[in-house]
């Protein structure tokens, strides 16, 4: 019942920005976490910002620190992932993720811990 709709990639030239949303439904957590992870051809999914739907807990890769910001709206269950200075390193396939476990830090950074995956959406950095 659990769904993740993941939107707002697209095209956008070297050093431009582009805001990510994913909108949960179904959960019945209090304290479920959301998280971003992107995965490029050939490499593996990686972890990209986490946040807690419930509480100020945020965890960003050191990849993107400092130039993504993940946000929240609980009330309306979604999450936004802001990015500004994208770079053809950045180009993805972003996806969202939720879990109801209990996430720390170092957890809440791997992917086999989400229990549900948004279908992703395609973030090319291009000029």
């Known amino acids: 019942e659990v769904q993740l709709q993941a939107s707002g990639g697209g095209l956008v030239q070297p050093g431009g920005s582009l805001r990510l949303s994913c909108a949960a439904s179904?959960?019945?957590?209090?304290?479920?976490?959301m998280a971003w992870f992107r995965q490029a051809p050939g490499k593996e999914r990686e972890f990209v910002a986490a946040?807690?739907?419930?509480?100020?807990?945020?965890y960003y890769a050191e990849s993107v620190k400092g130039r993504f910001a993940i946000s929240k709206d609980r009330a309306k269950n979604t999450m936004y992932l802001q990015m500004h200075s994208l770079s053809s390193e950045d180009t993805a396939e972003y996806y969202c993720?939720?879990?109801?476990?209990?996430?720390?830090?170092?957890?809440?950074?791997?992917?086999?811990?989400?229990?549900?995956w948004g279908q992703g959406t395609l973030v090319t950095v291009s000029s």
């Open positions: 946040i807690k739907m419930s509480g100020g807990s945020i």
């Open positions: 179904g959960f019945t957590f209090s304290n479920y976490i």
């Open positions: 993720a939720g879990t109801g476990r209990g996430l720390i830090s170092s957890t809440a950074r791997l992917p086999h811990m989400y229990d549900y």
